[in-house]
Every structure is written in C-alpha cells, then in structure tokens.
C-alpha cells in the first residue's frame, strides 16, 4: 500500500469511471445526428420522439462525463508531478487542445441543441446537433492522442529531464494515434447501439411502445452490421501495432515466454496461468491450430514473436491481467458479432415484424441482458493497454514510479477514498435518474417544434 501502488489504483478506478459516460455521449451523439437527419428528411415524427428520449440520457452522461474527466486532467499534477515535469510543456498542450478545441465546441453548441427546438430553424439546429457530435468525437482524438503518444511517443527530445524540442506533427500522428482513435470510436458506437437495443428489448419485453423500440432498434441492427466485424478489424490491427511497437507487452498479453524457432509458428494459449519465478507457464490450454499466435500478431503461421525472456525482467510488466482481459475483450467482441447475425438472420425471417415480437422471448431477452457488453469490452481493453504498459508511464523512456508525485500513504488514500464515494454515489444517481426516464417512457404527445409544425402547415 505504497504511494506509488495507490496512485495508480486511484487513477485506474478514475479513468474506469470516467470511461464509462465518453462510450455513451460519443455514440448517442452520432445516434442522435442519424435520427434527427430521418427526421428532417422523412418527416416521420417517430425519429424526433426518439431523438429526445434518447436526448435525456444523453445529456445525464454529458454532465457526469464533464465532472470526472476534470479530475483526471488535475491528477498529472497532483500525483504524477514526476511525469508532469518532465514532459507537462508537451503534455498539457495536447490536454488543452482537447478543452479549448473540443470541449468548449460541444458545450457552445449543445446549448443551442438543448434550448433551440423551435427558436432556431431545423437545418440550425441540426447543424447544431452535428456540431455537438463532432465536438465530442474531436474530444476523444485528443485524449487518445495523448495516450497514444505515451505508448509511443515520438515527436519529443528530452534533455535532462524537461523538454528540449517538440515537432508537434510527428508527437500528434505518433505510430498509435490514428488506430487508437478509430478503435476507441467505434467502441463508442458499438457499446452505445447495443445499449439502446439493450433498453428497447425491455419495453419490448413488456410489450410497451412496442412498435416504437421496435424502429430504434432495427437502427441498431444496421449500425452493428458495420461496426461490430469493423471492430474486429481495428482490434486485429492495434494487436498488431503492439507487436510491432511493445513487444514486451505483447508477449505479456499472450504469456509467451520462448521466442519461437524461425520458421515454426508460436502456438496461441487459450488458458495459462504464468510463473515469473520459473520464467514459464505451470497450467496451460493452447489451441490446436499450429502458429495461430504467429498468425494472429504478425499475419503469419510461421513469423517469430518475441517472448518474454527476451526482455530483461524489470522490463516486464503484469501478465495475469493483461492475457486474461485481452481474451475477455476479444470474447465479448465475437458475441456482439454473432448478437449482430442473430438479430439480421431474424430480420430476414421476418421475425422483427410488430406481431412477431412475443413469439421470441428469449432473443428479446438476450439482447437485454447484452446492453452492458460493450462497457465491459472497453474497459477490459483499457485493462489491457494501461496495464499491458507497464513498467512504463512513457514507453522505453521513463517508468511509472519515475512519475509519481512525493506524496505520502495517508494523503493518496483520503483522496482515493473520497473518489470513489463520490464516484458510487453519482453512479447510483445515474441509475435512478435513467429508471426514471425509462420508466416515464417516451413523450408520444407533446407538439412538435414550433417551426417545424409551421412548415407542415
């Protein structure tokens, strides 16, 4: 219970927390883009009434997402004043393009989004609804920006423990930047349409508005059809950039140990429980496919991957976790997949129609209990990368415990304590408040926004 192990728990349970409100705020904003477009286009009032229901738990994740990504850009310098020192004149650039570029973009314009309906024109406001969607895309580039350049920093020159020279282009399309982005941004999509397909198989199970979840959810359903093998894709993509760029990490996200001969393939453990004393695996389960590891890191059933008797051993970091919430991840993302072709194969049966929906109990069911699958994936990813970074809080150039602040035992534990209750407490009002908005159901009866009405007139 050292100063240094505590920093780090406090900043894992933080960024955790705070994870969870970006993945719904990204993705309910680009939701609400699609149905506020329909809307204008069709002028089927249907894809309006989603739009604000949806609208609510939106901006709950919004207010929630603001308060804890405050203290997580507070922590470089409360607890990792180390790292700060070093490398704050690079650092907070990047995390002050992210306020003044992004942030204050989608709160300009999300103003005019929640107060507009029917004081602004419907084009302005959609521009205004675009406009709050890209801000918090734009937000999310800059943070995995920055992190991606703490995995592979590049761009950089340190001298004597501050920064000697920055070429801002080369730091900011750092070899992880691109692929992490894209990763974490269809991770948004991913986890916010199985969330809404999640909520609308409830009402649907209770056989209230039936036919109205029965439209958002078919929305999802298309959505997944691209994002989810499209997920699949970027993570097969990033699992390589880390082979190519962290290996060490690489071998501890696969419990590789030998370096395998050339010409024969690194055989894939589906199960192993690592011994770092003996530098093997007591207890291992391995797949029966020759050089599937090979294949899966490098494209190759024969290529080399390097293990982790390569590196010397206060190089490697965590494995237990790391290999174990790699697989979960990976796991989670097939099921979306298969979730995805079971739900198109129904559609194409013509079970999704309005009469069919209380022959299928146990496919509503199943979407329900999917809703959380995507939190779970992402943060099991998150798991993966901070962890899988270890013993570096700046890969290859300087280590977590070089960056941590001087702080005592006692004064990271108020402050870790005092998060997560306050952490607990918001989540708890956040579940109450979304039960009540679900429970409140949609408003079907309201009239539509004053312009519009004139318009169809």
């Known amino acids: 219970m050292d100063p240094l192990f505590l920093s780090r728990l406090q900043f894992a349970v933080t960024t955790a927390f705070h994870m969870l409100w970006p993945l719904l705020s990204i993705g309910l904003s680009f939701m609400m883009v699609i149905l ?28 929630i997402g603001v308060a804890s990504g405050l203290v997580l850009e507070f922590e470089f310098g409360t607890n990792w004043a180390g790292f700060s020192q070093v490398v704050g004149g690079f650092f907070g650039n990047i995390l002050g393009f992210e306020g003044s570029m992004a942030f204050a973009l989608e709160a300009a314009f999300l103003a005019l989004f929640i107060f507009g309906w029917g004081r602004i024109s419907n084009r302005a ?33 340190i001298v004597n423990g501050s920064v000697a020279s ?52 078919k929305i999802s359903v298309i959505i997944a059809i691209f994002a989810t093998p499209l997920q699949v894709y970027l993570g097969d993509l990033s699992g390589k950039a880390v082979g190519d760029y962290q ?28 011994d770092r004393s003996k530098e093997t695996n007591s207890f291992v389960i391995n797949m029966p496919i020759p050089g599937l590891m090979s294949f899966l890191d490098t ?35 097939f099921i979306m997949v298969f979730m995805m072709l079971w739900a198109l194969w129904y559609w194409v049966k013509g079970y999704l129609k309005y009469e069919n929906t209380s022959k299928h109990k146990w496919f509503w069911k199943i979407w329900y209990w999917g809703f959380p699958l995507g939190f ?3 943060e099991l990813g998150w798991i993966t990368r901070e962890v899988g970074r270890q013993p570096w809080i700046i890969y290859g150039i300087m280590r977590t415990s070089e960056g941590v602040s001087n702080l005592t035992t006692a004064q ?13 407490l918001l989540f708890v009002l956040f579940i109450v408040f ?5 429970k409140a159901g949609p408003d079907l009866k309201s009239p539509l926004p004053m312009k519009e009405a004139k318009e169809n007139a």
Not at 40 to 63: A, C, D, M, P, Q
Not at 412 to 424: D, H, K, N, Q, R
Not at 434 to 438: N, T
């Open 36 to 63: 506020e477009i329909l809307w204008l286009k069709t002028k089927n009032e249907v894809y309006y009434r989603h739009e604000r229901f949806w609208s609510k738990i939106f901006l709950l994740t919004f207010g």
């Open 299 to 333: 494209g190759s059933f024969t290529a080399q991957v390097k293990g982790l008797k390569d590196f010397p051993p206060e190089d490697r970091g965590p494995i237990i976790l790391p290999f174990y919430s790699f697989r979960l991840m990976v796991l989670i993302g």
């Open 434 to 438: 979304v039960r009540k908005i679900i």
């Open 166 to 217: 920055i070429n801002y282009l080369q730091a900011i399309l750092n070899p992880f930047a691109t692929i992490s982005f894209w990763h974490m941004w269809i991770a948004c999509i991913e986890t916010t349409i199985f969330f809404v397909a999640g909520i609308s198989a409830y009402y649907i199970l209770k056989n209230q508005n039936t036919e109205f979840f029965l439209k958002i959810f």
């Open 125 to 157: 406001h959609l521009v205004s609804t675009i406009m709050v969607a890209f801000g918090a895309s734009l937000s999310a580039w800059w943070i995995m920006d920055a992190n991606s350049w703490m995995q592979t920093p590049t761009g950089v020159k």
């Open 247 to 274: 290996p060490a990490t690489l071998a501890a996200m696969e419990s590789h140990w030998n370096t395998n001969p050339a010409g024969t393939g690194a055989t894939w453990h589906l199960i192993a429980i690592p």
């Open 412 to 424: 990271v534990m108020v402050t870790l304590t005092a998060f997560i209750a306050t952490y607990v």
């Open 376 to 378: 779970i994936a992402t």
